[in-house]
């Protein structure tokens, strides 16, 4: 196993080096969340073992753990140094989420109270001394109760192709002079810049519900679509990110409401801001609509962080008889606590006011004295959104022309007159003329043709 220091010290200095990094991963105050995961946790174990003159055949199982953990850990993506402690250490203190690294995004470095710098400076030259203890020194240590310790040096090639990690660099080059804790201020401007905890790891997420409470569920995938794979709707999606826009900047923006037909992009549109705009801070917190009674939960959760979060609801609407939309609207109008200024509603809907009504709603039935009032109610629940952005159904020419620049970008090999009919002949026998329709048309053709050199459009 390679790291950052390679030479083997004697036994004795060795011993000493497990047991102050014993002390040293035992006394964190503030980080001690980076030792929390299951990586973490075996490789204090095995310290212990060590230091304490553990039985072979109980280190060699806590060995196994340790490398499977760490094995795990990495295929999920960390990116760093080259060795897979040292790899874990440093995205855990990246995403590290306490009162140090909250207060660092919050202000300068100057402004942190200097009792949790301290408090930080304390654990980092702690966690530095973890560090320098990489994969090559804990496979000398082992090596009584293990005659071949397993070697975690390449367990890096599990996980996906990440770009070196700047922090990475920093703490390295810091563990060859045994000064991680002047790099305190460094670290302070990374959370800063980058944010912390789990919408540092993450940019999408869904709310559910579990065991009666709501969670944060991060989504590990979210989908890529961007604006460049979205044809047609030029003008729409220009007021969406525009408002979006304004929201980023700390300019007053709106809730928006889209509305048109099904199939036209309008979900589309809003999960292609998250990779448009992820790296100003946007985040996307999906929201079912059976979970609306939960805002006021959800706003706790988020507010008072650096990111800002658009809550989209996709496929709003409601049933006569269902009465979560009031939660909804005391969101989007402000209750007796104001919505925070880093959240905005977006939703999607193929209803323009969005609450069934009903001929029935009309006759003012007589067990109701203000049933007008409560028809109004209903129906003015769109108008509570700053926007509406429509999305009509496209014109015949429209839906081709998004069918022949989605076969452009994939060039396929196929003459545009053919293009055209059989895109026709797909909508006829499908779902009708529609964004979605072309995208459908288009993948069916793409495998169809199922060529590894595929051409270009023919025009």
């Known amino acids: ?124 030259a702690a966690l530095g001394q973890l560090y320098r203890l990489n994969g090559a020194r804990i496979a000398r240590a082992i090596r009584r109760a293990l005659e071949s310790p397993p070697d975690w040096h390449d367990l890096n090639d599990l996980g996906p192709d990440r770009p070196e990690s700047e922090l990475g660099n920093h703490f390295a080059a810091a563990a060859a002079t045994d000064a991680w804790d002047e790099f305190l201020a460094t670290l302070a401007a990374h959370y800063r810049d980058h944010g912390v905890g789990r919408f540092a790891e993450y940019h999408a997420f869904r709310w559910h519900r579990q065991n009666d409470r709501g969670v944060l569920r991060p989504v590990r995938r979210p989908d890529p679509i961007t604006f460049d794979d979205l044809i047609g709707y030029a003008e729409q999606r220009r007021v969406v990110r525009q408002n979006t826009e304004h929201f980023l900047a700390g300019l007053p923006a709106q809730n928006l409401l889209l509305y048109g037909e099904r199939g036209t992009g309008k979900s589309s549109t809003v999960k292609a801001l998250l990779h448009a705009y992820a790296g100003r801070g946007l985040r996307l917190i999906e929201v079912a609509k059976s979970a609306l009674n939960d805002f006021p939960e959800i706003v706790e959760v988020l507010a008072d962080r650096r990111e800002r979060f658009i809550l989209f609801v996709d496929d709003l609407s409601f049933d006569a008889h269902e009465t979560g939309y009031k939660e909804l609207k005391a969101l989007l109008e402000g209750s007796v606590e104001a919505r925070p200024e880093n959240i905005l509603v977006y939703a999607t809907s193929n209803r323009r006011h969005l609450i069934q009504e009903c001929f029935g709603d009309r006759a003012l039935p007589d067990d109701d004295l203000h049933a007008q009032d409560t028809l109004q109610e209903k129906l003015s629940l769109a108008d509570r959104f700053g926007q509406t952005v429509i999305f009509l159904a496209p014109d015949q020419e429209q839906y081709l022309e998004i069918v022949t620049g989605l076969a452009e970008r994939r060039r396929l090999p196929i003459e545009l007159a053919q293009l055209r009919r059989r895109a026709l002949q797909w909508a006829t026998w499908n779902n009708g003329r529609s964004g979605r329709t072309a995208r459908q048309f288009v993948d069916e053709l793409t495998a169809e043709l199922g060529l590894s050199e595929p051409g270009r459009v023919d025009r």
């Open 1 to 124: 196993m390679d790291g950052v220091i390679t030479s083997e010290p004697p036994a004795g200095e060795l011993t000493a080096e497990l047991a102050a990094a014993l002390d040293s991963a035992e006394g964190l105050l503030l980080f001690a969340e980076v030792l929390a995961n299951p990586p973490g946790r075996a490789y204090v174990r095995l310290l212990r073992l060590l230091v304490h003159g553990g039985e072979p055949a109980t280190v060699r199982r806590q060995a196994a753990e340790l490398f499977t953990s760490l094995a795990d850990a990495v295929s999920d993506g960390l990116a760093g140094p080259d060795d897979a402690w040292q790899r874990y250490l440093v995205q855990k203190i990246r995403l590290a989420d306490n009162p140090f690294s909250r207060a660092a995004q919050q202000h300068d470095y100057a402004e942190i109270p200097a009792g949790l710098r301290q408090a930080a400076r304390h654990d980092l």
